[in-house]
C-alpha cells in the first residue's frame, strides 16, 4: 500500500508506539486501551515488523458462514476502491475470504499480529475502528480498518466479522468505510438466517422485533429453542425461565393462550414477565417474553457505606456511569485508583442484591481464593489484586481465558510495577476496567460528601456543618489517602467538638487549615514544616518561643514560614 501523509492528530501516538517498541515509557495522554493493546502483542510474542504470520491456518472450505457471506461479498467488493481491501473472518479470526490486497494475511487474531480492528469488534460485538499507529505492525501504520461482528441468527453468538481497511484516514474516526461495513454485516446476517426451518424463522424474527433498538430483557422460547437476550441473563433465573417454559403446556386441551398477557411469577423472582404468543399458520408455536425488574423499595442498611456515589463533579459521575453500565453486561469489571478513591464502596453498591463473595488479597499472603470461589454460581468480589499471590493470578488468567463472562469485580491500586503474570491479568481485563479520579481531581464533591460521611447525630443535636472558610480549606488540601482520609477529618472533628455551630477552619487539622505548599516539598521538608506548625501550636503561635523551642532564629523561622506557605495566623 503507497505511504500516506501523516494526519497531525495521530503524530503523538506514533511517537508513544515509538518509544514502547524501544522500551521507554509511554507519555501520559495515550488511550490505556491502546497501551494495553500493545503490551498484549509484546507477551504473545508478535514481531511489530512482521511482514507474513509464520502460521498460517487452512480457510475453512465448508463454513456455512463463508457460504452466506460469499455472494454478498463478491457482489459488493468491486466497488471498493484501489487502496481498500475487503475480509471477512470467523468466531477465531482466520480470514475465510479477502480481496483488493489483504490475501497475504490469514490470521488477524492478536496472537499472530497484535492490535487490529477485527479482534476489537470481536471482542466488545460492536464496530471497532483501528487507524495508524494503534495498530502493533509496522506493516499496518499507514492503514485504518472499520470491522462489524457479524452475529449467528440461532444463538446470537459472533459467528465472525466483516474488515474494510484503507489507506491512513485523515480525520481518523469515523472511518468512511464504516456504513459499508455495517450493512454488510447485515446483509450477511440476513442471508444466514435464510437457511433456517420456517418455525425456527418466524420464531427468531419476533425476538428480533422485541429486542431491536432497544436494551430489552427478552427470552423468545418453543420448547426445543431458547433465545436470551444480554439483558434477559441477570433476569432470567431457573424459577423463571421453568415458569416461560409452563406457558406452552397446553391447559384444559385449550392450548396456550393466543394473546399477550401478564405472567404470575412468585414474588422473589425478582421481575415481572409480559407474554407475547407467536403464530404460525395459525397455531401458536412459542412465546415472546419481555421481562422488567420487579419494583422494590431499597431497605435501609446503616452498613452500607453511604458516600459510594456521592459526588456530582463530571470526572466522578462519568466513572460511576461507565462502571454502572459495564456491570450490567455480563463479564468481569477491573475498578483502578489510589487508595481511598471509593473502589470498594462501588463495587459494593454495583453487586447490590447478588449477594457476592469477596476475597480480600491484603489479609493474608497465602492464596485467597479457594476453589468455590470461582464457580461463578455467585459475583465475586476481589479487593487488592495488586497483592495477590502468584497461584492466585495464575488461577485467575487460566479462568478468565476459559470464562471470559465471569461474573468478577476487582479492585487494583497502582504502585509498584506488576509482575508479568499480573500484567496479563491486568491486560485481559483493561477493555473492562474503570479508573476512579482522586480526590484532588474533584474537590467540589467535597461539599457532598461531609453530610454523608459526619455520623449521624445524637436526638435533638442539629447535624455537623461546616463554614465556608473551613470548606475552601478542605477543598484545596491535595488529600494523599482520598475519602478514606476525608472520612477519618470529618469523625476525628466530630469526636473531639464540644461547641455548637458550624465547625471553623481553625478545628481542621494543621496542614488542612494552613493549606498546601506554595511548591511540592521533599519528604524532608514536610517532616520540618510539621515540626514546626507543631511548635507554633505548643507555644500559642508565639513565633519567639517556637524558634527557641526548635533551635533556630527568629529570622530562620520567618524565612521558613514563607517558604513552607505558612500563613501568619498560624498555628
Known sequence: MTTVEHPPALAPLRRARERFLTGLPVPDGVPDDVVAAWRRARFFGVRHDLIRPADEPARSPDSS????????????????????????????????????????????????????SAALALRTRRRAEVHGPEHFLDAWQDVSAVS????????????????VSSGLCAGRRPHPGAALAEALATAVERELRAPARTPERVLLDAYARATRGRERAVVALDGRNR???????????????????????????????????????????GCTARITPVRHEGHVLGVVAVLEPRPVTPARSPARPASALAGSSVPWRHAVAQATELARTAGPL?????????????????????????????????????????????????????????????????LLQERPDLLLVVTY???????????????????????????????????????VLAPRPARGSPPLTWTLDALRA?????????????????RAVARRRRRCGPVGRGELPDPVREGPAARRLSPMELAERAAILEALRRHGGNKVRAAAALGIARATLYRKLREYHVGPDAP
Open 65 to 116: 458462514l463463508l457460504d452466506a457471506a460469499r455472494p454478498v461479498l463478491e457482489r459488493l467488493a468491486p466497488a471498493l476502491g484501489g487502496q481498500s481491501w475487503l475480509a471477512l473472518t470467523d468466531e477465531r479470526l482466520r480470514v475465510l475470504w479477502s480481496s483488493g490486497g489483504g490475501e497475504r494475511w490469514r490470521d488477524l487474531s492478536e496472537q499472530q499480529v497484535g492490535h487490529n
Open 148 to 163: 462489524v461482528p457479524v452475529l449467528d441468527p440461532e444463538t446470537g453468538h459472533a459467528a465472525g466479522t466483516v474488515t
Open 227 to 269: 433465545l436470551v437476550s444480554e439483558a434477559a441473563v441477570r433476569l432470567a433465573s431457573p424459577q423463571v425461565l421453568e415458569a416461560l417454559e409452563r406457558t406452552l403446556t397446553p391447559r384444559d386441551n385449550a392450548g396456550p393462550a393466543s394473546q399477550a398477557y401478564d405472567l404470575p411469577l412468585p414474588e422473589d423472582a
Open 334 to 398: 477491573l475498578l483502578v485508583g489510589e487508595r481511598g478513591t471509593g473502589k470498594a464502596a462501588l463495587a459494593h453498591e454495583l453487586l447490590d442484591g447478588a449477594a457476592p463473595m469477596i476475597a480480600d488479597a491484603a489479609e493474608s499472603t497465602e492464596p485467597v481464593l479457594q476453589d468455590h470461589a470461582l464457580t461463578g454460581v455467585r459475583p465475586l468480589l476481589l479487593r487488592h489484586a495488586e497483592r495477590l499471590s502468584q497461584p492466585d493470578v495464575a488461577a485467575l488468567n487460566s
Open 413 to 451: 491500586t497502582p504502585g509498584t510495577a506488576p509482575g508479568p503474570c499480573l500484567q496479563r491479568l491486568l491486560d485481559t481485563l483493561a477493555a473492562r476496567s474503570v479508573t476512579l479520579p482522586a480526590l484532588r481531581e474533584r474537590p467540589e464533591d467535597i461539599k457532598d460528601l461531609l453530610p
Open 474 to 490: 478542605l477543598e484545596q488540601h491535595p488529600w494523599p489517602g482520598n475519602v478514606s482520609e476525608l472520612a477519618h477529618l470529618v
